[in-house]
């Protein structure tokens, strides 16, 4: 049974994350975005219109400024993640994000002018010992050559910053801080609190009434506000599609993927592997319905463990301890830094009125450390949690440990591996040391939900994602019918063999925050693949695989993201990574089987 949200203020210190290792006051902070808010210009000032007479210095001083703003824009995003209804902190998040805005466009003629360069001259410039710390910028400038405006459209662009980020920052306000939800009457007849920090542990609960209640609740209310989100989502989606245009991409895909050095056809093969492996999906969902017990099974029914009678409740100190044990291949300095984390404000743990929901970590800052944002809900799912966010945390301390400033922020593309390797190696452990029977199907059942909610269900938000900026670049309205409509045949195909598709599950996609991100998701597939292989090289390989994970935890972007991968053994310009995992999905359904049996 959930309990009752607390305010930010009943929650212990502990367990709160400290911002003053960033800066000691609110008024700290003010003093230095005074000082920074002049540099600004300052840059511009100096070098624009000027980069081939000094490109050395013009690159240097660009990222300096970059360094002296991060460090303001992150403290203000995460003052104002831990309370959405405190107008102090939106009001230094607006600074931050208009700061960051105004650099960007005073900062916006150095890309175009350096193409502006003979192309000898470029590419010594890239290949100059003194530039080092610069190379990775560099290639990705020339790589993107064709796709670099003019000076003054880039100009143009950068200034729009603030406005492109209008979508997401309205549906953030409407979901996290305005949209109500409606309780959920427990078998007592008392009434709980429900909100997107929550909603996990309803849908989690072995009451199927309660599991009904709070996907109606959820999934109604956010239709209640479909034309609104509608508009939010089209606005940025066409967004999306602008910048493609006018970087003279292809598509938004190509625009998203193409930067990063990522082929499409990764995305295309993702969706392809996964559609294959639909057959062993609907195997284990027939494998869900028989062990519930139920005569039809719901998209409500997807979350709740199979296994009856095996609840692994998990609060935090013991859950933060499990990971610990089960990350043990990983090295004890690995699990020093974990400590670290745990006891010296990195974690912001539990739910809070006004909290954001979800998690994630923030690690760009090189000179302080990451920060991490849980909803910690007392179970395995969370401890998972605490694994996966801490991959990234890791992840970032050994690019900034590694790598400079310019070359420490690593790939989209491989972000999310090493935080499901956290996972999966702490999967494997779980699976060692908890031979009893019931505890082997739960965890099997745990491992399998892995896969359908990271491999099945984000590829078809990936798809979705493909569907309505196709939509978009071909002219069709994108309206609250015709997305959903779009969302539920997806469900369809995913899902409608073996369940039932209810119909409120077509207004799903408007509570997904990262379609304000586009095409992101499908990293979280693509990540799971490679995390599953890393995860077995390094528990049968030992001290080696680690020696060449940690090389890849530590490239940061020196190299393309396909080729840090291929520093720990794993190569995902080919299919054959995707289809592996596939093979691991269809070996765990048939060992779920022998289990239950």
Known sequence: MAEKMKTRDEIEAKYKWNLKHIYVSDEAWQTEYDRVSGRVNEVAATF???????????????????????????????????????????????????????????????????????????????????????????????????????????????????????????????????????????PDGSEQELTEGNYSTFIHDRNRDIRRQAFQNLMTTYRSFGNTIAGTYGASVKKDQFLADSHHY?????????????????????????????????EYLALRKKALGVEELHLYDLYVPMVDGFDMKLPYEEAFDLVLKGLQPMGEDYLAKLREAREGGWIDVFPSRGKSSGAFSAGDLAEVHPYVLLNHNDNLDSAFTIAHELGHSMHSFFSNTHQPFPKNDYSLFVAEVASICNECVMMRYLLQTMTEKKAQAYLLNYFLEQFRTTCFRQTMFAEFEKISHDMAQQGIPLTKDSLSAKYYELNQLYYG???????????????????????????YATG??????????????????????????????????????????????????????????????????????
């Open 48 to 186: 624009n219109g000027r980069v081939k007479e000094d490109p050395k210095g013009a690159i240097r001083a660009y990222f300096a400024l970059q360094k002296e703003i991060l460090p303001l824009y992150e403290y203000a995003f995460l003052r104002k993640e831990t309370d959405n209804a405190d107008p102090v902190a939106q009001g230094l998040k607006d600074k931050a994000t208009r700061l960051y805005v105004q650099a960007m466009t005073a900062g916006s003629f150095l890309e175009p002018e350096l193409l502006e360069m003979e192309e000898s001259a470029l590419d010594a410039l890239a290949k100059d010992p003194e530039m080092t710390d610069y190379d990775a910028f560099l290639r990705t400038v020339i790589l993107n050559k064709k796709h670099t405006l003019p000076k003054e459209q880039e100009r143009l662009v950068a200034m729009m910053g603030e406005v492109m980020e209008a979508p997401d920052a309205i549906f953030t306000a409407l979901s996290e801080a305005d949209m109500k939800l409606p309780p959920i009457r427990m």
């Open 250 to 282: 292809d598509s938004a895909r190509q625009a998203a993927m193409a930067p990063l050095e990522i082929p499409e056809a990764v995305y295309d093969n993702l969706i392809e592997a996964v559609h294959e492996a639909l057959p062993t999906l609907q």
């Open 497 to 523: 063999e073996s369940c039932v598709v209810d119909e409120e599950i077509a207004a799903e996609w408007m509570r997904i925050p990262h379609f304000y991100r586009a095409f992101y998701v499908y990293v």
């Open 528 to 597: 799971l693949c490679a995390a599953v292989s890393l995860s077995e090289k390094i528990l049968s390989e030992g001290e080696d695989a680690v020696r060449q994970y940690r090389k890849f935890l530590s490239a940061g972007c020196s190299v393309p993201p396909i080729e840090a991968l291929k520093l720990a053994g794993i190569d995902m310009s080919r299919p054959e990574p995707l289809r592996k995992a596939m093979q691991v999905f269809r070996e765990t359904v048939d060992r779920m089987k022998e289990v239950m049996a």
